[in-house]
């Protein structure tokens, strides 16, 4: 006998261990059965999973679990990612607080620790997926820096290289100071910020009194200015284009030259050019041939380009020290309070990343995204929502060379060794690259090699076919490459995605996936980005060990609408929790009622309509819950199943034939089966959405015989015989007793009074459908009597259902004038709820400055004020009518 109530912490860690001790989350290669394959986006080892994870995981599961049940290899391949620089900021943190640094515990004591940290967290995130649920293959699980993929990166790196497609070249890369190692584009973030705009005088060389002013906030790079740019068609300094003007406090000569870079409605016009510390600046630098002056070493402090007495100064101390020294000179004509954006790192959010030249190894990524622009464009991979694939376009059309080389020390150290002569050596091992220097020296000769390891990326890049055992030639590789979905953050689909595809298709001929899933961002109730200085962060554990892990799988799945982020809160688990528990209810009354599995059950077969009704009813909901996975429109899935078990199953069939448990005749028997045959159904549709408290269920209402869902199949209802007149019978009746329990509520009637219905207008069908489900609409819509008749007494209220009037005189049971005076009230204060946002959604400035969300939020409420307006103002009608 099933306990009074399901509690999720007796059965979670029972069945995961049962589950993974069985086997079934193993793919087999030698099987014959057609593959299914999933890569799971590796995590980060710096830590704990986030809501976001538990969202990426949950939906992988259900489509793995799924295909799973349908008789399908699946293979879900696990692992975590290194994270060359999140785990650097880490461990140099801890370093700090015991008061030392990386440089001090040198590289090798530093490795030791980074490895011994990621252990700990691969331990912890494994632990946080299985509490989630997740059935991946185990037994596979990789990490990017193991020994099999670390060869993988080696072989990649030396081919591109031999290829011409990887090079070294010195370029302007974003720096950041603090690390003291490149970021890409992308790792970093652009503040709005209030600063200051100086306006500085430069003199012209040879003339008494004559200066062009320019504008700068970085007054610091003065110091490595090479020219002066202005308009070609700016007709103010037309007379100054070739002619010199002389750097302050340096007293170097610079070309005063024409470019359209200059924005003549910008500042002044002129623009100081810096090539050595301005991405635009060295652009102009390139086209006009200018020297490049970098007054900046890597701890962003002044070297020795600069005058003696800023060397050594910290970049912003030195600002203040020229800004003076300009002023001394009476150069420094004004300054202006503006905003403007300033680069950040991505991760710390706290050092303003510095552009700076360098000598770095590059990736010609523009030669290996064309086939990759081709295989979305021609349809063999595609982006859903769709509109992702626009994103991934723009990002590939204006590719610029990837950056591969950051100055840190976790991560996989750079195959390359350079020689007496700083020449370079690239082989997969250091014998390798000494036979190669034997070879061009004529002896062995010392090498040293590359100290800096590859971007975190290069080697997730090779994630889909290195997890696979490439450059083998495996059984897994054979059968598992390309993958078939994978599921993802819109955020990394450049950092991400877009290599994978590049180099997938270089190395394997084929793309690494046919579908790429974009899901939406997780954010707190209020529509707010989560974030730890918020406080609004909601820990996916916390959510687990309150409503169990079921409420967050299916809260998560049923929000997750293509497109739409998601905005999570206790109440809305809560509210999936309560789904878990009208499931236990009615588990427990189909049992109490002796609601057993009979063995042979042939649904095709049962006489009766309501039987009918609900096996047609199983049969729709599998196709659309089917229709939703395949299309990974996940939260169809997810409400047609809720929308089946709790509406149709609990709400309705289990009250429509609640009182045929107290006969044992042959439709008793039926029905008693039917209803257990159902909730097998429900149970095994519902298992890769909600997979323990499917699995307990299954396992306690029925002699299983050691089977259990999870190693199950997927239910095959081609055979069943579907019963359209039941069908539409039954949808009557629903429409029926809805309607009438839907005037009954809007007009305050006593919810045990019992009331007349009368009816006219009804076609000879619908005079049998009277008939037949009497007794039926009686109990459930709490009427004492059903007849047909077009005499409407006085204070009746009237509606009409499929071309049917129905009549219900309610005057004796409630008072239709305090009635109708309630009903004004509530729609006056909607009228001014209503006005009120209005107001707010047609006030320009709050629609432009108020955040997001908050706008969001308005226009909701508005909606949902005016509905519900609407349906007052129908009730009252009806009451004018009466």
């Known amino acids: 006998m099933l306990d009074t109530t399901f509690d999720p912490k007796s059965v979670e860690e029972k069945y995961y261990k049962e589950w993974e001790e069985s086997g079934v989350f193993g793919a087999n290669p030698e099987s014959s059965a057609d593959p299914f394959t999933i890569m799971m986006p590796p995590p980060n080892v710096t830590g704990s999973l986030h809501i976001g994870h538990a969202l990426n995981h949950t939906l992988q599961d259900i489509l793995i679990r799924y295909n799973r049940m349908k008789g399908k290899d699946a293979l879900w391949q696990p692992g975590t990612d290194h994270a060359s620089i999140a785990v650097h900021m880490v461990l140099e943190r801890q370093l700090a607080s015991e008061g030392t640094t990386r440089q001090k515990l040198g590289r090798e004591g530093f490795m030791e620790r980074a490895w011994a940290w990621k252990e700990e967290c691969k331990t912890n ?51 950041d100071p603090k690390t003291q190692t490149v970021l890409s584009d992308l790792e970093v973030e652009l503040k709005e910020v209030k600063g200051l705009m100086w306006y500085i005088d430069y003199p012209i060389e040879g003339e008494q009194e004559l200066y062009i002013t320019v504008a700068t906030t970085r007054p610091e790079t003065l110091l490595g200015d090479t020219a002066i740019a202005v308009h070609p068609d700016d007709e103010r300094y037309k007379d100054l284009i070739g002619k010199y003007a002389v750097v302050p406090i340096v007293n170097r000569p610079i070309k005063i030259i024409a470019d359209e870079y200059s924005d003549p409605e910008k500042g002044t016009g002129a623009v100081k050019i810096t090539p050595a510390h301005d991405f635009n600046d060295f652009e102009v630098g390139q086209r006009h041939n200018l020297p490049v002056i970098s007054v900046l070493n890597k701890r962003a402090e002044l070297n020795e380009n600069a ?22 000179l009476e150069l420094l004509k004004k300054v202006e309070n503006i905003k ?90 250091e014998e390798e690259a000494m036979a190669q220097a034997r070879e061009s020296h004529g002896q062995d000769v010392p090498l040293r090699q590359e100290e800096d390891v590859l971007d975190t990326w290069f080697s997730s890049a090779l994630w889909p076919f290195s997890t696979l055992g490439w450059p083998e030639k495996t059984p897994e590789l054979d059968k598992y490459y390309p993958g078939d979905v994978l599921i993802t953050s819109f955020d990394i689909i450049f950092f991400w995605v877009a290599r994978m595809m590049m180099m997938g298709i270089h190395f394997m001929g084929d793309v690494p996936f046919k579908t790429v899933y974009m899901h ?26 309150k409503f169990g892990t079921d409420a967050v799988r299916f809260t998560m799945t049923a929000m997750a609408a293509q497109g739409r982020d998601i905005r999570i809160s206790e109440q809305r688990v809560e509210g999936y929790r309560n789904f878990a528990t009208k499931l236990w209810n009615a588990s427990r009354f189909c049992e109490m009622n002796g609601c057993k599995p009979v063995e042979g ?77 159902v909730l097998d159904q429900i149970l095994t549709l519902l298992n890769p959405f909600m997979p323990y408290i499917t699995e307990e269920l299954y396992k306690s209402l029925g002699d299983r015989k050691g089977q259990n869902l999870i190693s199950g199949s997927w239910p095959d209802y081609s055979d069943i015989k579907l019963c359209t007149e ?49 007794e039926v609409i009686r109990r459930l819509a709490r009427l004492e009597s059903i007849k047909e008749s077009s005499d409407a007494p006085k204070g009746a209220l009237q509606t009409i259902v499929g071309g049917t009037t129905l009549i219900l005189p309610i005057a004796d049971l ?66 004018d009518a009466a």
């Open 125 to 175: 995130i494994v632990g946080q997926l299985k509490r989630l649920g997740t059935t991946p293959d185990w037994e596979r699980e990789r990490f990017t820096m193991d020994e099999g993929l670390s060869e993988a990166v080696k072989k990649v790196f030396v081919q591109l290289y031999n290829e011409k497609l990887i090079y070294r070249a010195n370029r302007l890369v974003n720096w």
């Open 307 to 328: 005058p003696e007495d800023y060397r050594g100064m910290d970049r912003f101390d030195a600002r203040k020290k020229i800004l003076v020294e300009l002023e001394e």
């Open 340 to 429: 403007h954006s300033v680069p950040y790192d991505e991760k710390s959010k706290s050092t303003i990343v510095e552009p700076f030249l360098t000598e770095q190894w590059y990736v010609d990524a523009k030669t290996l995204a064309k086939p990759a622009l081709e295989a979305v464009r021609s349809g063999k991979t595609k982006f859903v929502p769709q509109q992702w694939e626009n994103t991934y376009f723009a990002w590939l059309e204006n590719i610029q060379p990837w950056c591969i080389s950051r100055q840190l020390w976790w991560g996989h150290r750079i195959p390359a060794w350079f020689g007496p002569n700083d020449e370079i050596y690239v082989a997969e091992t």
């Open 520 to 545: 939406a961002l997780v954010r707190d109730e209020k529509g707010q980005k989560m974030s730890k200085s918020k406080g609004n962060v909601v820990d996916p554990l916390v959510l687990i060990e």
């Open 601 to 677: 059950f042939d649904p095709s077969a049962v006489k009766d309509a309501k039987n009918k009704w609900i096996v047609s009813e199983v049969v729709k909901t599998k196709a659309l819950v089917e229709k939703g996975l395949e299309e990974c429109k996940f939260n169809d899935s997810a409400l047609s199943l809720y929308q089946f078990s709790w509406g149709t199953f609990c709400d309705w069939y289990v009250e429509l034939i609640k009182p045929t448990f107290s006969h044992d005749d042959d439709i008793a028997i039926e029905t008693r089966a039917t209803a257990a045959w």
């Open 726 to 774: 039941a069908e539409n019978d039954l949808a009557w009746v629903i429409k029926i007793i809805t309607e009438i329990r839907s005037v009954r509520s809007d007009m305050n009637v006593p919810a045990k009074a019992k009331i007349m219905l009368q009816y006219t207008d009804a076609s000879d069908e619908t005079q049998r459908r009277f008939k037949e489900y009497e």
């Open 814 to 879: 409630i008072d239709l004038d305090k009635e109708r005076e309630r009903l004004q009230k509530e729609i006056g204060k909607l009228d001014t709820d209503i006005n009120k946002i209005a107001q707010k959604l047609n006030n320009k400035k709050f629609v432009e400055n108020a955040p997001k969300e908050v706008v969001e939020e308005q226009k909701n409420r508005q909606v949902q004020a005016i509905g519900a307006k609407e349906k007052l103002s129908i009730a009252l009608k009806q009451l």
